[in-house]
C-alpha cells in the first residue's frame, strides 16, 4: 500500500517563506481606508507567493501533500472588514490551483478552533458558517472546490456532551450543502474521541480525519483495531483516499502538545494497525519543524523493515 505524506503551511527550509503573514484588526483600524486596502493586497499577495513557493519546494522533493494556512487572506472573515480578496487576485487563485491539479498534490484547508457548530450562541454558528464559506470561496477561486477538503472539529461539549452533539447536527444543516460535502470531521485530545466523532460522521456522510496523537491523548472505549477500518470507510463516497494526522508529545508532561519533530517509535503502532486495513492512505504531519519533520521521519520509517521510500513523501509499505 502507499502512504504519501506531506506538512501544514509553512515550508521551514525556505528562507523567509511564511504564507500566513497578517495584520491585526487594532491595526487595521489605525489606517486611513486607502492604506487598508493597500495593506490588506501587499499581505494577501506576499501569502500567495509564499504558498507558491512552499508548492514548487514541495513538487521538487516530492512532497504529495500540503495544507494551506488559514490566514493567506488576513482579517478576511472580520465582519468590519470589506477587502475583495476573490477577485483582486482572480489570476493568483487560478495558478496555484493549476499547480496542484498539474502536479497531482493533494491540499487542504483547516479551519480554526473557533469554527464551532455545537453551541447554542447563533452567532457563534453564523461565524462557523462565514469561516467555511470563505474557505471554501479560496477553494473555489482556485478551481480546487471538488477535489480539497475543510477539516474541523465536532467542537464543544458545554457541559453536556450529548446535548451539545444534537446540537452540532441541527446547526451543520445551516451549511450550503457544496460546502458540507468538502468538510472532514477530526477527533479531538480532550473532548470528543474518536470514537463519538466517528458516531457524528456516520450519521453525518462526513469523512473523518483520524489524529493518532489525539486518539492517544483522549483514549476511546473502542479498540483502534476496530475502529479503523469504519473510519478509512467513511471516505468511500469522495473521491479520495482517506486522511490521517501524526504527531508526538512534547513531553510526558505536556503530553498534548506537539514535539518539534516526530518520535518514529511513537507513530510506528499506528503504521503496523493501519497495514492491516490494506489500503492507502494520506499522512498530515503536525510538528513544529513542519516540512524538517516530515522528511525526517520518512526517512526514519523508510529504514524499517516492510517500508520502502519511493519519493521524498512517498512510502510503500509491505
Request: include cysteine; hydrophobic fraction near 35%; charged fraction near 25%.
Amino acid at each position: 500500500m502507499l502512504v504519501r505524506f506531506g506538512y501544514v503551511a509553512h515550508a521551514t527550509s525556505l528562507w523567509d517563506s511564511s504564507p500566513a503573514k497578517t495584520m491585526t484588526f487594532k491595526r487595521w483600524q489605525t489606517l486611513e481606508k486607502e492604506e487598508r486596502q493597500q495593506k490588506m493586497y501587499a499581505i494577501t499577495k506576499q501569502n500567495i507567493t509564499n504558498t507558491k513557493r512552499a508548492l514548487f519546494y514541495n513538487i521538487a522533493h516530492g512532497i504529495p501533500l500540503y495544507r494551506i494556512s488559514s490566514t493567506i487572506v488576513p482579517l478576511a472573515t472580520h465582519r468590519e472588514v470589506e477587502f475583495d480578496y476573490i477577485s483582486l487576485f482572480d489570476k493568483e487563485w487560478k495558478e496555484l490551483g493549476e499547480i496542484v491539479k498539474n502536479h497531482n498534490l493533494r491540499v487542504s484547508f483547516h479551519p480554526g478552533q473557533f469554527t464551532l457548530f455545537t453551541s447554542d450562541k447563533e452567532t457563534i454558528t453564523q461565524n462557523a458558517v462565514t469561516d467555511m464559506t470563505y474557505h471554501y470561496n479560496v477553494l473555489k477561486a482556485m478551481g480546487l472546490e471538488e477535489e480539497s477538503m475543510l477539516n474541523i472539529h465536532v467542537g464543544g461539549a458545554y457541559g453536556n456532551k450529548a446535548k451539545a452533539i444534537e446540537r452540532f447536527h441541527e446547526n451543520i444543516q445551516l451549511l450550503p450543502i457544496p460546502i458540507k460535502k468538502q468538510m472532514t470531521l477530526e477527533n479531538d485530545d480532550k473532548t470528543y474521541t474518536a470514537e463519538e466523532t466517528l458516531a457524528v460522521c456516520e450519521k453525518e456522510n462526513i469523512p473523518l480525519v483520524f489524529d493518532y496523537h489525539h486518539h492517544l491523548a483522549n483514549r476511546s472505549n473502542e479498540i483502534l483495531e476496530n475502529m479503523l477500518p469504519r473510519i478509512f470507510n467513511t471516505w468511500q463516497h469522495i473521491k479520495l483516499i482517506p486522511k490521517v494526522h501524526i504527531s508526538s508529545p512534547k513531553s510526558e508532561k505536556e503530553f498534548r502538545s506537539h514535539a518539534e519533530y516526530v518520535d518514529m517509535t511513537f507513530v510506528q503502532p499506528f503504521f503496523e494497525i493501519a497495514k492491516t486495513c490494506k489500503l492507502d492512505f494520506d499522512v498530515m504531519v503536525e510538528s513544529k519543524a513542519k516540512d524538517k519533520a516530515m522528511l525526517q521521519l520518512v526517512e526514519e520509517l523508510s529504514k524499517l523493515r516492510g517500508y520502502k521510500r519511493i519519493d521524498g513523501g512517498v512510502l510503500e509499505i509491505k
